[in-house]
């Protein structure tokens, strides 16, 4: 299956498994996509392209199970977080993207990506409303970075930033879809999904 195949096919599995999110096709079209490019002065990578000619959802955020050094996790039942216990290895984390909620245009997209211009990199969303997921625009590998830690002053100093504090999240942006839409458990140290 290709990668636009494969990353409509994702979500559209991910709304029949969850039929209380409404899923939308986008309205974003391609010249859409290419006057952001031109007024980002970037290239998006096919795989995001993908992702904004496919759905909006309906909700704010999606959720992952991660394994890794967690000491919190979203309780879906409750809509708040709590604290992992002991016995508990698989954290439930959440992922918010500016595409799926509220609005079906790239505008969102473009305001907040406006802090990153310069910097090489291409803001996603937020990971666990702590850290920014970004996608490094010449390797296409998706990083997270402590929002505390990044100065938004555009240009050098947040590129500064993000060098320092980023941490690897997923290899390519269709890793992330496959922990976030497709609910497969990704091991968040070792940057591989848990294969049972």
Known sequence: MDRKNYIQATIEKFGIEHPEVELRRTI??????????SRLNIIIPNAV????RSYTLSV????????????????????????LEIEEEIATTILQLPLMFPNKDLSEFERTNT??????????????EEYYVLLDLKSEQVYQVDMARVRPTLGEET????LRWALPFFNKFEDLVRCFFGGELYDEDELTFDIE
């Open 49 to 52: 392209k993908d992702y904004f």
């Open 159 to 162: 590129r500064a930033d993000i």
């Open 28 to 37: 974003i079209l391609d010249q859409d996509i290419v006057d952001l490019e």
């Open 60 to 83: 704010p955020f999606v959720t992952g199970k991660m394994l890794g050094d967690f000491s919190m996790t979203y309780c879906e039942e409750t809509g708040r977080w709590r604290e």
């Open 115 to 128: 802090i990153f211009h310069g910097t090489g990199f291409l803001y996603l969303g937020l990971y666990n």
